[in-house]
C-alpha cells in the first residue's frame, strides 16, 4: 500500500478520517506507474483516491503545466468535483490550480487555458476532443501524468465512450507515460471495463482494486392511498404520500425517468406545498443558468427537494440528502444502485430511498429490483465494438491537429478497446470517406476534406474545414431544440422543435416548473407568457426513454412465475396475479405465454416477452407483417416494456408461427428496406461523421433541412454504393441498438426452449388490461380505430368485474384476501371516449422506434 505524506495524513486525522485501503492501494499503483480501476461504494472516497495520487506528486514535486486530466460523462458532476477538490487543496496550502473545461467555459477563460493551463483540468469528452484538434495540443499534453474517468460504467460502450477512448489513445501518444483511473461504484463486467481504460485495450494491464462493501441500503415501496392504477400513469397517483415524506425528511431528491415525468410530478408536488417548501426541479433541457442555482443550493442546503432525471443521476457529492424518492420503475439495477447512492452517500451508513411504482407492472419490477439488490446482482451490457461514425469524425478531428501517415494512426486507433478488432477495410473506408466522400460521392467538392501529400501524409483541406468540423464535434445528436423565452423575461430552456411546431398561439404548457401560454415564435425563440387555468400540454423527449434490463427484466419474469414469491407483493397485486392463474395461465420464467381473445369486432393477441419496450416494439412489426402474410389481417400493436399487443380483424391461429426465430430473417431485412428508421439513423450517423454539418458559424441547419439532405444522400448510396462505410454504420447501430434485435433472438429462443403457452380466451384476462388502456399504439393500417379507445374503461369494469366474482369465491376457501383489497373498493366510473392528444396514429411505413 502507498503511504500518505505527513501533510496529508494530519488532514484527514484533522477531520477524524482516516484514508481506506482502496485510497492508498491507488498511490500503490500510481508509484509503480499502473493504472488502475477502483470500482467501491458511493461514499467511499473514489474521487479524493483517483486525484490522491495526483494530489501528493504535486506535493512532493510542484511544476506549472497540466498535471491530471478528468473527464466525466456530466457537466454538473465536473463543475461538482471541482467544488469539493478546492476545500482540500486550500485547507493543506497545495499550490494547485483547479479549473473545469465544458460547454459553459467562458471565453477568456478557455483563452487562458490554452496558454496556461491548470494542473487538475475536468472536462467531458466532448471538450476533451474539441482540445486535441488545437494548435497547443502537444504542448499542452506532453506533461500529462494521469488520466481520471468518472462513471466509467455510464460511459463506455457509448458512442460518447467510443469518443472518449479514441482521446484517451491520442493522449497516450502525446504522454506515452501517463497513467489512467477509472472510478465507479456500479461494475457488472470489470474486466471489460478494465480493457476500455487499458492503454493496450488488454485488461491485464490495468489494476483492479475493489473497495470494501457499504452499509446495506433501506429501500421502502410506495404505494397510493386508493385503487392501484392497473397500468400507464406516471406515478402522480402517489404524490400526496411523497409529499408526506418530502416534508418529514430533511432533503430529499425525487428522481424520475423522463423530463415530461419531472414536469409533472414537479407541479404535482407544488399544488400540494400548503407548507411553502423549497423544492426545485433540475433536468437537461433546463438553461445553465437555471441548473448550476439549483445545485448550488442544494450544496448549501438551502431546498428541501429536488426533482431531477439522469441529469443528476451521477456523482453529485450532496451529503446532507436525507432519502431518495425513485418515481416509477428502476428500469435497471445499476441506474437504481447509482441514484439510492445520492442519498446519505456516507459509505459507513445505509442510503434511504422509497421505490413508487406507477402500476402493477411497476410494482413487480420494483420488488425485482430490491430482490437483485438484496443480492448484490449487478446489470448492465459490456461494452460493443466501437461506432464507424464515431471513428470517422476522429479522424478527421486528428488531420486537423496535424497531418498523420494512415499506418500510424490504425495503429493508434486500434489501442483504444472498441477498435482493436477493427479491421484494416474498415479504417481504409472511414479514411477514403472523409478523404472525399466515397466512390458515390467523390465529384462533389463539399465532400473533398482531406488531400494527401507526396509522402502519403493525410491533411486538412482548408481552415474551412477545421472550422466545421470543431463546430460540430461530438456524438450527442439531438432533435432540433428551439430555446423558450418568457415575453420581456429569461430565457427558461429548450424544448423539440417539433413540439412547438404543434402548438398554436393560446396553448398552454408545462416547462420549467411553470404553467406557459404560448405566444408564437420569433426566429428561433418560442415566446411565452405565464398562464392559469388551462389544461396544458408537456413537452415530451425522443432521447428519454429508459430500457428495462434483461437482468431485471429475468428478474420481475421469476417473481410472476413463482406464487411463492408473491408474499413480498402488495394485497392488490397478489389478488391481480391470482386472477391471472384462475382465468389464464401466469407468464414462464423460461417459456412465452401468449394470449388471443375476441373484443368487440376484433381479435387481441397478447405476448408476455418482458424485454423492454424498444425490442418489443421492433417484435411488433415482425409479428404483424408474419401475420398480413397469414391472412389474419392485422390492424395494429402496442409495446410496454413487458407486453406486446397485437390487434387483427380475424382470429390468430397456429400462434407459434408468430414467434419463430426465423422472423429475424426476411422479415427483418424486409421491414428495415421499408422503414423510415433507417433514414433517420443514417441521419444520426451521417451528422456525427461529419456527413451532414448540424452548425453553420451564425446559424444551425433546420430539421427539415437535415432530414432532406440526409435522404436524398442515402438514396444515392443506396442506389450507387451500397455497402458505402456510412450505410454499414447505419445498419450495425440499427441491429444493436434501435430495434434492440439481440434481446428478440433471447426472447424467441427462450420461446423455442421453454415452449410457448397460447391460451384462447373468451375475454381479456387480468395481465392483458394494462396493455390495452396503453397509450402510443402503433397502427398498421389506415383506418380509424377511436373505439378502442373507448372501450379502454370498459375493460378495466370488465376485469374488475371478474376480480369481484373469483374475488368473492377465494374468500368462502382462504382468509388470504385483505379486507382492503381491489374487489372492496368503488368502482371506476365509465370514462367518455377520448383520443390522446399526443397518440400516435402510424401507417404501415412507421418506424417502431
Known sequence: MGTLPELFAEWFAGRGWAPRPHQLALLDAAGAGDSALLVAPTGGGKTLAGFLPSLVDLHWAPREGLHTIYVSPLKALAVDIARNLTAPVEEMGLPIRIETRTGDTPANRRARQKAAPPQLLLTTPESLALLLTLDEAPAMFGGLSAIVVDEIHAIAGTKRGDQLALGMARLSRLAPAARRVGLSATVAHPDDLRAYLSPTARPGDVRLVLGAGGAEPVIDLQLPDGRLPWGGEMGLASMPEVYRRIREA???????????????????????????????????????????????????????????????????????????????????????????????????????????????????????????????????????????????????????????????????????????????????????????????????????????????????????????????????????????????????????????????????????????????????????????????????????????????????????????????????????????????????????????????????????????????????MLVTKRMERLGMAPLGYLATDYVLACWSAFEPTGVERLFEQDILGEELEEWMAESSMLRRSFRNIAIVAGLIEKNHPDQEKSRRSMTMSADLIYDVLRKHEPDHILLRATRQEAAAGLTDVARIGLMLDRAQRGGIVHRALDRVSPLAVPSLIEKGREWVAGGAENALLAEAAAMVDEATDGAERFGELLAEFTDAIPARGDRDRPRRPRQAPHRPRFGMRLNRRADAS
Not at 439522469?310 to 456523482?315: F, K, P, Q, T
Not at 478488432?421 to 481504409?428: E, I, Q, S, Y
Not at 463539399?446 to 507526396?454: H, K, M, T
Not at 423460461?590 to 424498444?614: I, S
Request: hydrophobic share 45%; proline share 6%; glycine share 10%.
Open 250 to 620: 430533511g432533503v430529499t431528491i425525487v428522481f424520475v425517468n423522463t423530463r415530461a415525468q419531472a414536469e409533472l410530478c414537479f407541479q404535482a408536488l407544488w399544488k400540494l406545498n400548503d407548507d411553502n417548501l423549497p423544492i426545485g426541479l433540475h433536468h437537461g433541457s433546463l438553461t445553465v443558468e437555471q441548473r448550476r442555482k439549483v445545485e448550488a443550493a442544494m450544496a448549501a442546503g438551502r431546498l428541501r427537494a429536488v426533482v431531477a432525471t439522469a441529469s443528476l443521476d451521477l456523482g453529485i457529492d450532496w451529503g446532507a440528502v436525507d432519502q431518495v424518492v425513485q418515481v416509477g420503475a428502476p428500469k435497471g439495477i445499476a441506474r437504481l444502485l447509482q441514484r439510492i447512492g445520492r442519498a446519505n452517500h456516507r459509505m459507513d451508513e445505509p442510503s434511504r430511498a422509497v421505490l413508487v411504482p406507477a402500476n402493477r407492472f411497476e410494482v413487480v419490477e420494483c420488488l425485482a429490483a430490491r430482490q437483485a439488490i438484496a443480492a448484490h446482482e449487478l446489470d448492465g451490457d459490456p461494452p460493443r465494438p466501437g461506432g464507424l461514425d464515431v471513428l470517422c469524425q476522429h479522424i478527421l478531428a486528428c488531420a486537423v491537429a496535424g497531418p498523420f501517415f494512415p499506418d500510424e494512426l490504425f495503429e493508434e486507433v486500434t489501442k483504444a478497446q472498441p477498435y482493436a478488432t477493427l479491421t484494416r477495410r474498415d479504417f481504409d473506408d472511414a479514411l477514403r470517406f472523409v478523404e472525399d466522400g466515397g466512390y458515390a460521392l467523390r465529384t462533389y467538392d463539399r465532400f473533398r476534406r482531406l488531400f494527401r501529400d507526396a509522402e502519403g501524409r493525410v491533411h486538412v483541406r482548408s481552415n474551412a474545414v477545421a472550422r466545421q468540423l470543431r463546430m460540430n464535434l461530438g456524438t450527442i445528436v439531438d432533435l432540433p431544440m428551439l430555446k423558450v423565452r418568457l415575453r420581456g423575461g429569461p430565457v427558461l430552456g429548450e424544448v423539440e422543435e417539433w413540439f412547438v411546431a404543434s402548438l398554436v398561439p393560446g396553448d398552454a404548457f408545462i416547462f420549467a416548473g411553470q404553467l406557459l401560454r404560448f405566444e408564437g415564435l420569433d426566429g428561433l425563440i418560442a415566446l411565452a407568457t405565464r398562464a392559469s387555468g388551462q389544461v396544458p400540454r408537456v413537452p415530451v423527449y425522443g432521447g428519454s426513454r429508459m430500457p428495462l434490463s434483461t437482468s431485471l427484466a429475468a428478474r420481475v419474469r421469476a417473481v410472476i412465475a413463482d406464487p411463492g414469491a408473491w408474499k413480498h407483493l402488495p394485497p392488490p397485486v397478489q389478488e391481480w396475479l391470482r386472477l391471472q392463474r384462475h382465468a389464464s395461465a401466469l407468464p414462464p420464467g423460461d417459456g412465452l405465454l401468449v394470449e388471443t381473445f375476441p373484443r368487440g369486432e376484433k381479435w387481441f393477441l397478447v405476448a408476455y416477452g418482458f424485454e423492454g419496450k424498444l425490442a418489443h416494439q421492433t417484435l411488433g
